[in-house]
């Protein structure tokens, strides 16, 4: 019942408002029809006096016409002043009695036909001085003019009358005033409704209201009709009653179709509440931080997470701006560079580190990424942040770098153990070298008359027997010692010949020969050389292992040197066995061997040193058999380009 009354209401009021407008509208059109009738008189009295006007103008230029007989020139002069100061009369001519034309101004334009000048000469027999006004005629297409002829008073000139031809259409043009054609269309009509002149601001169509007086004698038959533009009837009133019970529909439609998107407005309502309880139950789910910030830097949105992780309430972060209270006090500008950059649009992709602070005081590394945030317009209104606390990762991270630095050192003691015996006979030659020039040495010092010459010989082999125990000693300390990475460029060649030199003994003792093929001008790689020694004397003796069941006379390791667009290559090749397919494809991996006694770490840590020096490490089988191992550096100068 309740929901029926404002659809009664709007009923009540339309048909108020039909009522009233029919009232007021017949009232509206009794007042026009009046006002009508009473400009429709004023229009024709204004008209008809200047047509008096004219009437008066050209009895005066036919009484001069009859004074002035022989004076053609001022004659002329006195219809060129009436023209000028009355442009509806278009043209005035003298007729002869005959219907010849004596003169006219001006000398080509709308003048009367022959035909029409002596119908003139034959109504002005009556003898009337009055002008006399001859039919309506069309000139020019549908320009309506109206010739009015007067009798010359005195008959001793060639003229016997003066005739002046008036444009009906600049008569109504210059005579009917603007705030009549505001209200009114202004028209001369014939009998048969054919407009000879009108004045108007706009096109009429069929008037329903409209006056008529008939304008006759200046234009026999023909009709002075005024309308106006816009006038009451029952249409009108049809047209609003009409219009008043289609509104009255329409918000009768409107009350039913906003009540039921009022109902589903209140369902997407609750939908869109149970949505936002759901997705905020899942933000507060997640450990990732979320942070967004508008285009200025002012935090405008932080999730649960974020604020754990900073211990403090969503309240004193939201509408701050830097510099923000969880920046590190200690790194302050670095985090400002970062945070102008990631408003500058320059964010890295692949995220940035920083250091945050607890509200406690406490500081802890975060992972943060940045991503555009879109409005629902589709434009950019700032950056939407994902904050990872990454303080355990790095710690095990630390962790897992010490013990592989402890492992990596491992290996090189192991290496070295393995080596031993082998060192041990390498050190004995030059020591019983030295034991043995020594002994020398004393029995020519202790002979009659010393040899200067051989004991100089004998010391001087003696040193160089001492330095070379000492380089294997030097080699054998620099390689096992635990040390920082010193990463800077470095030659090659010195390398590899180190290298080569270090596992002579066991390359000799397996009866394997070494084959170096390096071009000259190498470029130096940015690389730290003992840790680089440590790889290859690794792949050098497992190459040399890999030859156990070769043939002595095809144990041959290949090391070739090459520059590619990667860097500088060195591939290790022996002619071994080769790697069991079951293993290939798992070789890098911690304890996996090819040898049965194998740990499986030596060829894991080669492939972390390498990548730590942002190199590459692979293996592939050589034709013919056998396995090609290629350590691939970055070149020194390609590298600091690069960083």
Known sequence: MLAAVPLMAIAFLAMLIAGILWYVEREAQERQRASLLTDALWVEQTLRSQIGVHEDALSRIALDSGRW?????????????????????????????????????????????????????????????RPVYGEWRVVRGDRTVIDMAAPVADGTGPAVMVVATIAIDTLLARHVPWWITEKYDVRLVDDTGRILASKSRSTRGEKRIAH??????????????????????????????????????????????????????????????????????????????????????????VNSAFCRMLGVEAETLVGRTPPMPYWDPNDLDRTRAIHDRVLAGDAPPEGFELKF???????????????????????????????????????????????????????????????????????????????????????LVRAPKPDTARLTEALEKLGGQAQRAGQIIRRVHDFVRKSEPKIAPNPVAPMLAE???????????????????????????????????????NLIRNGAEAMNQTPRAQ????????????????????????????????????????????????????????????????????????????VLLPVANRLAMAS
């Not at 119908?119 to 001085?129: A, D, F, H, V, Y």
């Not at 894991?604 to 490490?617: A, D, P, Q, Y």
Request: with cysteine; hydrophobic share 45%.
């Open 555 to 630: 144990r041959r390791l290949t090391i070739g040197v090459r520059e590619t667009d990667g860097g500088i290559a060195i591939a290790v090749e022996d002619r071994g066995s080769g790697i069991p397919a079951h293993i290939h494809g798992r070789l890098f991996e911690p304890f996996v061997s090819s040898k049965p006694d194998g740990m499986g770490m030596g060829l894991n840590i080669c492939r972390t040193i390498v990548e730590f020096h942002k190199g590459r490490l692979h293996v592939m089988p050589r034709p013919g058999g056998g396995t090609i191992f290629t």
């Open 69 to 129: 007989a022989r004076d053609d020139e001022a004659l002329l002069v006195s219809a060129r002043q009436v023209i000028a100061s009355t442009p509806e009369i278009a043209s005035i001519s003298w007729l002869l009695d005959n219907g010849g034309i004596h003169l006219a101004i001006p000398s080509v334009g709308d003048r009367p036909s022959l035909d029409v000048r002596n119908e003139l000469l034959r109504r002005s027999l009556t003898g009337s001085m």
């Open 357 to 443: 602070r607890r509200a406690d005081g406490k500081l802890f590394d975060v992972l943060i990424y940045e991503a555009p945030l879109i409005d629902a317009a589709g434009r950019h209104a700032g950056w939407m942040a994902s904050v990872l606390d990454i303080t355990d990762r790095k710690r095990a991270e630390e962790m897992a770098k010490a013990q592989e630095d402890s492992l990596q050192r491992t290996a090189r003691l192991v290496t070295m153990g393995e080596m031993a015996s082998t060192l041990a006979h390498e050190l004995n030659q030059p020591l019983a070298a030295i034991a043995s020039y020594g002994a020398g040495c004393l029995n």
């Open 212 to 301: 008529a007086i008939s304008f006759d004698p200046a234009l026999p038959g023909a009709l002075l009709q005024i309308a106006p533009h816009t006038q009451p009837g029952v249409n009108t009133n049809l047209l609003l009653i009409g219009a008043i019970l289609a509104l009255a529909l329409l918000a009768i439609v409107s009350l039913v179709l906003a009540h039921r998107h009022v109902r589903k407005r209140l369902d997407a309502e609750t939908a869109l509440r149970a949505e936002t309880a759901f997705r905020r139950a899942m933000e507060d789910s997640l450990t990732v931080g979320m942070r967004a910030r508008d285009l200025d830097g002012r935090i405008i949105y």
């Open 499 to 537: 290298c080569i030199a270090f596992a002579e003994t066991e390359t000799r003792k397996a009866g394997v020969s070494v084959e170096l093929d390096m071009p000259d001008n190498l470029p130096e790689v940015q690389a730290d050389p003992i840790l680089i020694q440590q790889v290859l004397i």
